[in-house]
């Protein structure tokens, strides 16, 4: 989880340890769980990643090796870190407080509060730019909000636990928020949106009516007057960008089709540059997507990007998480993909139902996904460190959580001696 606060890849070394230690400890651990077909899964599309790249590579003449093309091979890391995640089960709710803890102290030690409120863009927490820095906010406010909630309901008992949520929580959502404003991404200003409204319903259902109906008019209270205070930042910030989306929406729905709509944007003079490069990259997105929309590219996309409408554009980095994929695999790694994270989010819903984990900690794992699906609509965070470690985590937990699963019902199933 440190890629969250801390922008590096100590993530990818502890990884790679606790993945020998996991092969190791399966291989001694006596009876064997098996592996669900969920794994299999996970290990079947990153050996046919693995085949098509390193084929790739060595039947064509130019020897293509792509952009980041190997971060797509980390399904086959799944089921080992799923194994040693469910090894430390026990240590989990530890592990969750440290995270929170040290989280406030970053926040604290690194918001730069009389630069956000005097309008200028900032970088929360320890992260390479302002984008990457709202993003892990975002999924810091939604985890934390969900913490305390767990405590102040079903964990309610725990009063240590309790105490220190109800102190570290409230305060990592106030500083997340700010941060969210301060670092100016659009992108992660509407992904937040589309959730606060689902949060606060999450609020009011698991709190006391009175309480909850306290909790949600301060919160709405003080969000209106802060957004007030800053509209004219606010209106600086996203207005240009509304108002070019409008007309290009406008045009693409009366009388232009939509290529046509988005070329006219783009060469509009008063179209924000932060837009109009992010268009260009779409548009040469879509271009190589439509010429094998099946299996995609590979790893040859990269080859054939000089050859696309904008191939002048600075970047290859596709600031849509969506058109990363479809690219380099198509409809069918869409598919894929797809379907690994419907049967994780289905294992994740039956350890809640069978409460092997707390509702609370499954209605987390949900709404940072969303949030996070929200905000590749117009960033490539998937190829994030953030969200890397976010994709390894969301799949090793639900396949741990499966683990537990299996363990339960076999223990059911198993005949009274």
């Known amino acids: 989880m440190s890629a969250s606060l801390v922008e590096g890849y100590a993530y990818r070394h502890a990884g790679a340890l606790l993945v020998f230690l996991s092969l190791f400890l399966y291989a001694r651990s006596t009876p064997r769980p098996s592996i669900d077909w969920r794994g299999w899964l996970c290990i079947a599309w990153g050996v046919y990643a693995l085949l098509r790249y390193v084929l790739q590579f060595a039947l064509q003449a130019d020897h293509p090796i792509g952009d980041h093309e190997l971060l797509f091979l980390m399904p086959l890391t799944f089921p080992p870190l799923a194994f040693i995640l469910f090894q430390c089960w026990p240590q989990l709710e530890r592990l969750i407080a440290i995270h929170f803890g040290l989280a406030l102290a970053i926040l604290l030690l690194h918001l730069r509060f009389s630069a956000i409120f005097a309008g200028e863009t900032v970088i929360p927490l320890i992260q390479h730019n302002q984008i990457h820095g709202a993003v892990c906010c975002g999924m810091l406010l939604i985890g934390a909000v969900f913490w305390l909630l767990y405590y102040?309901?079903?964990?309610?008992?725990?009063?240590?636990?309790?105490?220190?949520?109800?102190?570290?929580?409230?305060?990592?959502?106030?500083?997340?928020?700010?941060?969210?404003?301060?670092?100016?991404?659009?992108?992660?200003?509407?992904?937040?949106?589309?959730?606060?409204?689902?949060?606060?319903?999450?609020?009011?259902?698991?709190?006391?009516?009175?309480?909850?109906?306290?909790?949600?008019?301060?919160?709405?209270?003080?969000?209106?007057?802060?957004?007030?205070?800053?509209?004219?930042?606010?209106?600086?910030?996203?207005?240009?960008?509304?108002?070019?989306?409008?007309?290009?929406?406008?045009?693409?729905?009366?009388?232009?089709?939509?290529?046509?709509?988005?070329?006219?944007?783009?060469?509009?003079?008063?179209?924000?540059?932060?837009?109009?490069?992010?268009?260009?990259?779409?548009?040469?997105?879509?271009?190589?997507?439509?010429?094998?929309?099946?299996?995609?590219?590979?790893?040859?996309?990269?080859?054939?990007?000089?050859?696309?409408?904008?191939?002048?554009?600075?970047?290859?980095?596709?600031?849509?998480?969506?058109?990363?994929?479809?690219?380099?695999?198509?409809?069918?790694?869409?598919?894929?993909?797809?379907?690994?994270?419907?049967?994780?989010?289905?294992?994740?819903?039956?350890?809640?139902?069978?409460?092997?984990?707390?509702?609370?900690?499954?209605?987390?794992?949900?709404?940072?996904?969303?949030?996070?699906?929200?905000?590749?609509?117009?960033?490539?965070?998937?190829?994030?460190?953030?969200?890397?470690?976010?994709?390894?985590?969301?799949?090793?937990?639900a396949l741990a959580c499966q683990l537990k699963i299996c363990m339960l019902e076999g223990k059911q199933a198993a005949p009274v001696q």
Not at 164 to 176: F, R, W
Not at 256 to 284: C, F, H, K, Y
Not at 355 to 362: E, L, Q, T, Y
């Open 152 to 397: 102040l309901t079903e964990g309610a008992d725990k009063r240590s636990m309790r105490l220190y949520a109800s102190v570290v929580s409230p305060a990592i959502g106030v500083l997340c928020l700010i941060g969210i404003y301060g670092a100016k991404s659009k992108g992660v200003w509407l992904s937040l949106v589309q959730v606060l409204p689902v949060l606060a319903f999450f609020i009011m259902r698991s709190l006391k009516q009175r309480t909850a109906a306290l909790a949600i008019v301060c919160i709405a209270g003080l969000l209106s007057v802060g957004i007030y205070a800053v509209r004219d930042n606010l209106y600086r910030t996203v207005g240009p960008t509304i108002a070019s989306t409008i007309s290009m929406l406008e045009d693409a729905g009366s009388r232009e089709q939509v290529g046509n709509a988005v070329a006219q944007t783009i060469d509009s003079g008063v179209t924000p540059i932060s837009m109009n490069e992010r268009l260009q990259l779409w548009s040469n997105a879509w271009e190589l997507f439509s010429a094998a929309p099946v299996f995609g590219w590979g790893s040859e996309w990269l080859e054939l990007w000089p050859r696309t409408h904008y191939s002048h554009v600075q970047y290859t980095f596709m600031h849509n998480g969506y058109l990363e994929i479809l690219i380099r695999y198509g409809l069918f790694g869409a598919g894929i993909f797809a379907a690994m994270l419907a049967c994780f989010c289905f294992s994740v819903y039956r350890a809640a139902d069978l409460a092997i984990i707390p509702r609370h900690a499954m209605h987390a794992y949900f709404m940072i996904l969303i949030f996070f699906s929200f905000t590749i609509l117009s960033n490539s965070n998937n190829r994030l460190a953030s969200g890397e470690s976010l994709s390894i985590l969301t799949a090793a937990f």
